[in-house]
């Protein structure tokens, strides 16, 4: 069965440094996201992206972050001058139809536990 | 208000009970509905999608009750590997998580 992979499964950052965050979605879908789990806290929603551009995002997405595809395959999520508050668990997930379309549910990476320190 | 709202739990049921999971959400515009599981410290994972007219898949049964913004999760001959968060999730242009609800299956 196809699947999100995200690599690495562990990224350990100085407070202040930029890291990247990478996702290799599901071949055939189309549309692509990010969402960070805090230890102990529900699953948040970062962004949505379709056709090269943002769709959705939330109020956690400020100017820190950005996302990329900057070839067919990978998806990348850029967070600069990390933060002690930004260590959590990061997950891609990527769909084949437009959130919402006929119950098409959204297929989740194994995460990236981000650590900053 | 919270967007999807959940009962935390824990439940902690010994094998073979039935167990219901409740959730509430806020956006009457919500289009699509599903139950993930989450094992500690991994990634969500579709349980099921739940549907207008309820769905049932084994010992898992969803349903959805549109005019009181209400899905439900109903785990029926409960087994030790059931054990897991499990986290109502609505969508509209995107993905809304619920706190989720903990289960421990017990011997």
């Known amino acids: 069965e196809p699947e999100v992979t995200q690599t690495p499964s562990h990224q350990v950052t100085q407070m202040g440094q930029e890291v990247i965050l990478r996702c290799v979605p599901i071949?055939?879908?189309?549309?692509f996201y990010w969402y960070r789990q805090i230890l102990g806290q529900k699953v948040e929603f970062l962004v949505s992206?379709?056709?090269?551009?943002?769709?959705?995002k939330s109020e956690i997405f400020d100017d820190q972050f950005s996302v990329e595809r900057p070839d067919g395959s990978n998806f990348t999520l850029k967070i600069r001058s990390t933060k002690l508050e930004d260590s959590a668990m990061y997950f891609c997930?990527?769909?084949?139809?437009?959130?919402?379309?006929?119950?098409?549910?959204?297929?989740f990476g194994d995460g990236t536990r981000l650590s900053i320190l | 208000r919270k967007e999807v709202e959940q009962d935390p739990g824990p439940f902690n049921v010994p094998e073979g009970a039935t167990v219901a999971f409740n959730c509430t959400y806020s956006?009457?515009?919500?289009?699509?509905f599903f139950w993930y599981r989450q094992d500690c410290r991994k990634e969500p994972k579709l349980l099921m999608s739940?549907?207008?007219s309820g769905n049932e898949d084994g010992r898992f049964t969803a349903q959805l009750n549109r005019a009181s913004q209400y899905i439900s999760l109903l785990i029926r001959d409960s087994k030790l590997s059931d054990s897991a968060t499990y986290l109502c999730?609505?969508?509209?242009?995107?993905?809304?998580f619920g706190a989720g609800t903990r289960l421990t299956v017990k011997p």
């Open positions: 997930a990527s769909s084949a139809l437009y959130p919402g379309t006929d119950n098409q549910p959204q297929h």
């Open positions: 071949s055939n879908h189309l549309y």
């Open positions: 992206f379709y056709n090269n551009e943002i769709s959705e």
């Open positions: 956006n009457s515009a919500s289009q699509s």
């Open positions: 739940v549907y207008s």
């Open positions: 999730v609505v969508e509209d242009n995107d993905m809304r």
